[in-house]
């Protein structure tokens, strides 16, 4: 920010005549801040950390310093006054030698250049979609999140390595795989091959779904016959039921409201141990003196109703036919949805023997089986290709791909090596690091069967990136879901002894929702990457293009509709906190006025649109008097432009985008309100329109670089 060095040098020579306290000027910068009030001057400076050394009060300590700075500052044209306004010292900025520097360093390309050159190697990875998977709406959020804090590493000067980590292996490619291999009459088209794969995998998902054929969709919970009822012996709220079940007879005590229907002989569902309801665990438990084994369970508890009272079940003739007396069918078979499967199929025998068979092909990729192989190879390669065009269009790239099925043995090899170490133990034949002091739990690395989960992949992944790559900061753009997960993944490298660690970084972000709520495969509400390019460039060409069909060559019109859609999308991606929902809402999204995408490209176009029209040239500007820019509007321009590198370097370090966003839209309100109030073609005289004219280019450059930074490309006209 011009004037900030000024300020800090002269502050530090102030603060250090005093005597008992010592700042550099460089900690001062860091001190400095931007008053809410623009009248109370343009740069401010706390003094409360200066109150306990000085044994002062922070508004005298100001009203000290003010008297010293004025005189210290007298010579420096740059700023015109300094005052104290209570605990802070405000200094004003002259605005005929702020436009003087700025809007020249702007034109010429200066104040835009990347910052200088930074040693340290950031390596930012995102993208991370897994193959054989549709493209869909909700990752666009994580791919305009990495890739521009990509770019904002970059432009301050950090060396940036852009990395995408794709899932290529595991249960998905064996369910789509298995799901094509079972239907030869799915025949593979030449185009958009990859959403006919994740299609493929949404429909296997779905066969193998108990909810696709019961309403109950929780195994192990079977019939039981109540033989008993009885007053609990110590809680008069309470009965005890004794059931006979398909493994003997139990005891299950429950709540006496919720047994009011249930008499001797009546059938009921029962959950025994070691049966899981959602996140809660069924076992044996002592109440009150009478022990409980497994829970009777009314409608809430299967997830078919809101009913607390425990079920008096029913059975088909059907069912009574393969259990004559009730006991122990499974509430997936009785609760089995009409016309779901073949009459007299059960649900569970059949779905049991399709996961055997997409395990069969998971184990035939793992043991490189040559058809199998093959076939991965093929489908995966249109996966990556396909994959490399959308991030393409989204304007993302990258200088390095992982890939999953890279890091499967060498990720256990690591493991087992820090094992020998004792820095990872075995447990019940799995192996992994107890977390537990630091509340993150069990870290499981290899399963007791020898398979390799995700944390062990990334440790043999951040071993490379560190040791291959010489990165000193890493970055990982998921979801907040994840949380959890790098938690246990930073403290394990930690473990391993790797210091590069402190610099790991999860950079989380909220789910992409619509108005409507949550999305879901399964109910059909995932919005596809081809349908929502196909959506929004006819809402783009219908809004803003097709007036221009006379007038512009077909080529601008299409490349305008690209730029608009895509700026569209990654400012709405972008233009929230990271850790919030965003909700994606076309119609919101694609206004023309507002918070939006196409507003801020308007923005810009508008700027270019105006010096078009004044016909002012560029070599004009180096006559140009500033002091003629004293308009209120013009002023507040040039005070947030002012601010931009700040806020830049800000948006970079706290990894949050959304600060560009806000910058970017206060600043084309700020022109818009300037436009208005200050006619640049109408000027006076020449030497203000003039002046003008450069304001005008320096607001539509900043604005058109804060967007380079979001990954939008700006039109030049709209």
């Not at 006379?550 to 080529?555: G, K, L, M, T, V």
Request: aromatic share 8%; proline share 3%; charged share 25%.
């Amino acid at each position: 920010m011009i004037g900030q060095a000024i300020v800090a040098r002269v502050l530090e020579q102030v603060i250090a005549e005093l005597g008992g306290v010592s700042l550099s000027a460089s900690e001062i910068e860091n001190l400095l801040e931007t008053p809410k009030d623009s009248a109370h001057g343009d740069i401010a400076f706390p003094c409360f950390q200066l109150a306990r050394s000085l044994k002062k009060a922070p508004p005298a300590i100001a009203a000290d310093l003010a008297a010293k700075l004025s005189e210290k500052l007298a010579a420096e044209k740059e700023i015109e006054a300094v005052k104290p306004i209570g605990p802070y010292i405000n200094f004003i900025l002259n605005k005929a030698s702020l436009a003087g520097v700025l809007v020249p360093s702007i034109v010429s390309g200066e104040f835009l250049k990347a910052r200088a050159h930074k040693k340290t190697r950031v390596m930012v990875e995102y993208g991370n979609v897994n193959t054989h998977k549709s493209f869909h709406v909700g990752h666009i959020r994580n791919a305009s999140l990495g890739d521009t804090v990509s770019r904002l590493f970059e432009w301050n000067g950090y060396t940036t390595v852009r990395a995408n980590y794709l899932g290529d292996e595991g249960t998905h490619v064996a369910k789509c795989l298995w799901y094509l291999l079972t239907h030869p009459e799915l025949k593979m088209p030449e185009s958009n091959r990859l959403e006919f794969m994740g299609k493929a995998y949404v429909d296997a998902t779905s066969k193998l779904d108990l909810g696709t054929y019961s309403k109950v969709e929780i195994r192990g919970i079977k019939t039981a016959r109540v033989d008993a009822l009885v007053p609990h012996p110590n809680n008069p709220e309470w009965v005890v039921a004794t059931l006979t079940t398909s493994d003997g007879v139990v005891s299950v005590v429950t709540a006496k409201k919720n047994a009011v229907d249930i008499k001797p002989g009546s059938l009921v569902p029962h959950a025994g141990p070691g049966v899981a309801l959602g996140a809660r665990q069924i076992g044996v438990a002592d109440r009150k003196g009478v022990q409980s084994v497994g829970l009777m369970l009314g409608e809430e508890e299967l997830g078919i109703g809101e009913n607390n009272t425990v079920l008096n079940l029913t059975l088909s003739p059907e069912l009574l036919k393969t259990k004559p007396d009730g006991i122990g069918i499974d509430l997936v078979e009785l609760f089995k949805i009409p016309g779901a499967l073949p009459e007299g199929q059960l649900v569970l025998p059949t779905i049991d023997g399709w996961n055997k068979e997409v395990s069969s092909v998971l184990q035939r990729l793992e043991s490189n089986d040559p058809e199998m192989k093959d076939l991965w190879l093929k489908t995966r390669q249109w996966s990556i290709d396909e994959l490399k065009e959308t991030f393409k269009w989204l304007n993302c790239s990258f200088d390095h791909f992982f890939y999953e099925s890279e890091y499967g043995e060498s990720s256990k090899e690591l493991v087992r090596e820090f094992q020998q170490k004792g820095i990872f133990k075995e447990s019940q034949g799995a192996v992994g690091a107890d977390l537990s002091k630091e509340n993150l739990g069990f870290c499981l690395l290899i399963k007791r069967d020898g398979t390799a989960l995700y944390a062990t992949r990334d440790l043999k992944l951040a071993q490379r990136k560190f040791e291959e790559f010489k990165i000193d900061r890493s970055v990982y753009v998921v979801d907040v879901a994840q949380t959890l997960h790098f938690q246990q993944v930073f403290r394990c490298l930690e473990l391993m002894g790797y210091e590069q660690v402190k610099n790991c970084f999860h950079c989380s972000y909220g789910q992409v929702v619509t108005p409507e709520g949550k999305m879901s495969s399964r109910k059909g509400t995932v919005i596809l990457m081809s349908a929502l390019k196909d959506r929004l460039l006819n809402r783009i060409n219908t809004e803003f293009l097709d007036k221009y069909k006379d007038e512009w060559p077909e080529a601008e019109r299409v490349e305008a509709a690209r730029r608009i859609a895509l700026a569209t999308m990654r400012y709405g991606m972008l233009n929230v906190d990271n850790t919030s929902l965003v909700i994606f809402d076309l119609d919101a999204w694609t206004a023309k006025t507002g918070n939006t995408g196409p507003y801020m490209m308007y923005a810009y176009a508008r700027t270019r649109s105006i010096l078009r029209e004044v016909g002012i040239d560029e070599k004009q500007f180096t006559t140009a008097k500033w002091d003629l820019l004293t308009h209120e509007t013009e002023v507040d321009v040039l005070r947030l432009i002012n601010e931009y590198h700040s806020v830049v370097e800000s948006a970079c370090e706290r990894y949050s985008p959304h600060l560009v966003c806000a910058f970017v839209y206060d600043l084309a309100k700020r022109f818009s309100r300037m436009y208005q109030n200050c006619s640049v073609l109408h000027a006076e005289t020449l030497e203000l329109k003039v002046a003008r004219a450069a304001l005008v280019d320096a607001s539509g450059r900043v604005i058109q670089h804060a967007l380079s930074l979001l990954g939008i490309e700006t039109v030049e006209r709209m």
